[in-house]
């Protein structure tokens, strides 16, 4: 199972930091990908943190504003989002690929 929170209303020009916590397996094994989508629009992956600690990937649309991060202790992982913009507003999920297991998402509004 996977959960996310976090969400909120936000400014632009604000921050908030999304969770997501993982139960029934380890997620440090498993590749888990930050996704996000906006009403009537198609999902958008913006990050993708690596099985046992090999790397983090960026879409260009979020890198150098989010930073992804894994707390292996306690089986959660994190969306540090900074900078948002209005056209950040989406509901974001974590997914794990493997098995097509994804939590019930957080909403992020950014507006003024």
């Known amino acids: 199972q996977l959960v996310e929170s976090g969400g909120g209303m936000v400014q632009p020009g604000g921050s908030l930091r999304l969770s997501c916590v993982a139960s029934g397996f380890a997620s440090s094994s498993f590749d888990i990908t930050w996704v996000r989508q906006a009403p009537g629009k198609a999902p958008e992956w913006i990050s993708i943190?690596?099985?046992?600690?090999?790397?983090?990937i960026y879409a260009d649309s979020v890198k150098g504003r989010f930073t992804s991060s894994r707390d292996n202790a306690k089986n959660t992982l994190y969306l540090q989002m900074n900078t948002l913009k209005p056209e950040d507003t989406a509901r974001y999920y974590c997914?794990?690929?493997?098995?097509?297991?994804r939590g019930q998402g957080t909403q992020v509004t950014v507006s003024s």
């Open positions: 943190i690596k099985s046992g600690g090999s790397g983090i």
């Open positions: 997914w794990r690929a493997r098995g097509g297991l």
